[in-house]
């Protein structure tokens, strides 16, 4: 049993080989935008991942609960071996290390992958879970439009907003997320992305979904914009487009028709991208200055491009009384 420099490791060690029954080797394996952490067990030839959630920080019952319901409506999440609620720890099917983002980087085709994602992504959109989950709503949006103002512009952008410059911003993103949350409703992942969807094992399909806690009822729009319009990626827009209207295609009838056309689709996928690199910009702040995970820095290029790239694509905050809120999400200075 290798358990490692801290106390924490060193129980979580002892726990999974009484669990297992026999010894153990743990090595720690990419965190995520959390508190938890992962370990990667050996047992003799078999592999298993060790979800390490300390209970003061983290709460496993929302990760089982999803876990549970997910597998029902017929997606690839990790199968659990053995689970200690007090203690914060799960053991459980190891997809190994090749995430959809490492596929690609190493050359891989993502055409069988989109094609696997979406087909698990109708799955998700069919099912009801019991009980209900929590609605992503308008409240929540704006609370995530918080983290751009509260941690983007003051720690990257050096622009603290004053109190006025606070409210406009609110008041003038306030139509976008109110036609967000319009949209029909849906079980949401909340995380679909390339980091989030493993090419498990030697079949390496169906893709394994990992880090699904967080699922929400959601506009039918999110988890394909995640994917598409992925913090991590950046895809041409043709190719974009025509996933897109092959997920809109294969909708249900009656959500097809809450859309004027396919470009009325779009369209919606593409604004509620913009409300998730918004989030998304805020939270890599807070995880790089608030808990010190300065990697994060690094991927706020790439999603500020792609905000912006949205912004202009739906014409928003062109008028003269939008030159404050557009300087903001532009993340300049008023100097």
């Given at each position: 049993m290798n358990s490692g420099g801290d106390v924490r490791q060193a129980q979580a060690a002892v726990w999974v080989q009484?669990?297992?029954?026999?010894?153990?080797t743990l090595t720690p394996l990419a965190g995520d935008a959390s508190f938890r952490r992962y370990f990667r067990v050996s047992c003799g030839d078999a592999r298993y991942v060790l979800m390490d959630a300390p209970p003061e920080r983290e709460n496993v019952q929302p990760f089982l609960a999803v876990r549970d319901w997910m597998q029902q409506a017929g997606l690839?999440?990790?199968q659990l071996v053995a689970?200690?609620?007090?203690?914060?720890?799960?053991?459980?099917?190891?997809?190994?290390?090749?995430?959809?983002?490492?596929?690609?980087?190493?050359?891989?085709?993502?055409?069988?992958?989109?094609?696997?994602?979406?087909?698990?992504?109708?799955?998700?959109?069919?099912?009801?879970?019991?009980?209900?989950l929590e609605a992503f709503d308008v409240a929540r949006m704006q609370r995530e439009a918080d983290l751009f103002l509260d941690w983007y512009l003051p720690q990257v952008a050096q622009n603290t907003p004053t109190l006025d410059e606070h409210a406009m911003f609110h008041a003038r993103l306030l139509p976008c997320l109110e036609k967000?949350?319009?949209l029909p409703r849906v079980p949401v992942h909340l995380d679909y992305h390339s980091r989030n969807l493993m090419l498990a094992g030697e079949k390496q399909l169906p893709l394994g979904i990992i880090d699904f806690q967080d699922a929400v009822d959601g506009p039918v729009t999110y988890d394909l914009a995640s994917l598409l319009y992925d913090c991590y990626q950046d895809y041409p827009e043709a190719l974009r487009r025509r996933i897109s209207e092959a997920f809109f295609a294969a909708l249900p009838t009656e959500t097809r028709a809450f859309f004027s056309d396919f470009?009325?689709?779009?369209?919606?996928?593409?604004?509620?991208?913009?409300?998730?690199h918004i989030k998304a910009i805020g939270i890599f702040s807070r995880l790089a200055f608030r808990d010190g995970k300065r990697q994060f820095l690094d991927e706020i290029p790439l999603t500020r491009k792609h905000l912006h790239e949205e912004i202009a694509a739906l014409g928003l905050f062109t008028g003269v009384e939008d030159a404050a809120v557009r300087r903001l999400l532009m993340g300049e200075t008023s100097a």
């Open positions: 009484t669990a297992l029954n026999q010894a153990v690839h999440v990790p689970a200690d609620k007090q203690q914060g720890f799960l053991l459980l099917e190891d997809f190994g290390d090749t995430t959809w983002a490492v596929y690609l980087q190493a050359g891989g085709d993502a055409g069988p992958l989109f094609a696997d994602a979406l087909h698990q992504l109708h799955a998700l959109q069919a099912y009801t879970p019991e009980p209900p967000i949350a319009t470009d009325g689709w779009h369209r919606a996928l593409r604004l509620t991208a913009m409300q998730r």
